[in-house]
């Protein structure tokens, strides 16, 4: 007798653990932004005190965050997009569209990456420190980096399992598929 598992409830492989370790790691910096952001308000609004460079940490975490979550988000299809030509297909034509564009966007932010990184080497070749306590920008920026590349290979495996493995795109979205 077989057992009808949900797709929710089945082992995870050792891709979709890396994707939920992405995953987590984006949770974890909204974490570190919040408590950074909290911490600084209630140190300034009661104590009179200001944690030295925290606004250089608050911008950079910010950063860090911001690609993390371009990561988690682009695999989950999770951002914003519009659907107006898409509704009105039949899925065959949606899955075309789905392929396009996830193409489109691994093309954008792998262009972006290099870029980030370019900008991660000349922070680092400028030694640009942060203003009270004089500590290098680049970790920050490598970080986000970090993101970024963790955004290209995550809107890859979206592409691959789009083009050969669609069910898998529909379970983890916890959609029930007929295929």
């Known amino acids: 007798m077989t057992e009808n598992v949900s797709p929710k409830f089945q082992p995870r492989n050792g891709m979709d653990r890396f994707i ?3 995953e987590l790691i984006a949770a974890v910096f909204v974490g ?19 944690i030295p460079d925290s606004y250089d ?12 979550g ?4 682009s695999y989950r299809g999770a951002h914003i997009s ?5 509704a009105s ?6 899955r075309i569209i ?36 004089h500590l290098p920008t680049w970790p920050f920026f490598a970080l986000a980096w ?5 955004a290209v290979i995550l809107i890859a495996i979206r592409t691959w399992r789009l083009i050969f493995n669609p069910a898998k795109i529909d379970a983890d979205h916890g959609e029930v598929t007929n295929e």
């Not at 940490?57 to 993390?68: E, P, S, V």
């Not at 970090?146 to 963790?150: K, P, R, T």
Request: proline share 0%.
């Open 146 to 150: 970090l993101g970024d590349v963790s």
């Open 82 to 86: 519009v659907d107006l030509l898409w």
């Open 98 to 133: 789905d392929v396009f564009a996830t193409l489109v966007l691994l093309l954008v932010v792998t262009v972006q990456t290099r870029m980030l990184f370019d900008k991660v080497w000349t922070t680092y070749l400028d030694n640009v420190l942060t203003f009270d306590l």
């Open 57 to 68: 940490f608050g911008r950079n975490l910010l950063g860090i965050l911001i690609f993390w």
């Open 32 to 50: 570190i932004v919040a408590t950074d952001i909290f911490i600084s308000v209630v140190l300034r609004a009661c104590c009179r005190v200001q």
């Open 20 to 22: 939920d370790g992405i």
């Open 89 to 94: 297909v039949n899925k065959r034509w949606q």
């Open 70 to 73: 371009i990561a988690a988000t």
